[in-house]
């Protein structure tokens, strides 16, 4: 039985002038699973994640959400609807704490601008707590208890990576896009990074949408696996089929 698809990119594509950054690309995210998004550099993976966080529009096709189109929605609506983001280069805030970094994504309603909008929000005291038990739950679950009350800029970066994926769950993501949560990161953080996301993908039932340079953990952690290159899909299926692809394989060497 096939599962069915929370995201559904039919067609789609995207040009920048006389760039075609996307190419009628169509694939499916199914619930529960995690989907791994690879291709080489300029394949178009950012210009997908920003299509999906209405940051760009499309010119043909369609993204339905839960059999919802896109089209219609606002950037700011999206985080609303069920979306969450990470993005390629942390955007903490260093002086505040772990804790309080973590809290103000369940202010997020918008993935561009939403820090600032964030901090001029009301203070609503019972929400407040609300927030503040939601976040030293996701603390606790990210294993960020012991530095939970020092300031975000102190900490190692793999360890801020985390920070970051707490705040994005505070937005309570059905689905989570996660732009190449591995760089920079070292083998062991990498190790650990692909156990956090099997987690949520598991024990949080958050479904995952993972774009990623390093191929050991992106096709250690996905439940499928779709490659692009030049802006159109090169392959789709469970990370086995997709490495074995004579298309991925040329592209990664270089061939088109
Ligand atoms: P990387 O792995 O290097 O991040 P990518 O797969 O994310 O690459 P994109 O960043 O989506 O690839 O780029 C796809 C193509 O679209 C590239 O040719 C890029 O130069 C072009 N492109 C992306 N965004 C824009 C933009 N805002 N204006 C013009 N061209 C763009």
Known sequence: EPASALLAVHDVSVRFGNIVALDGISFEAPAGYVTGLIGPNGAGKTTLFNCLSRLYAWQTGDIEFNGRSLLPLPPHRIAGLGIGRT????????SMTVLENVKIGGHCTSTSGFLSNALRLPYVRREELDAGRKASELIGFLELDAVAHLPAGQLPFGTRKRVELARALMGDPQLLL???????LNHEEVDALGR????I??????????????????MGVSDKVVA????RKLAEGTPKEVQQHPDVISAYLGGR
């Open 178 to 184: 996660l732009d190449e949560p591995a760089a920079g």
């Open 201 to 218: 993908r598991t024990d949080l039932g958050v479904s995952i949408l993972l774009v990623e340079h390093h191929m050991g953990l992106v």
């Open 196 to 199: 956090i996301i099997l987690s």
């Open 87 to 94: 993005f390629q280069n942390l955007a903490l805030f260093d």
């Open 228 to 231: 692009l290159n030049f802006g």
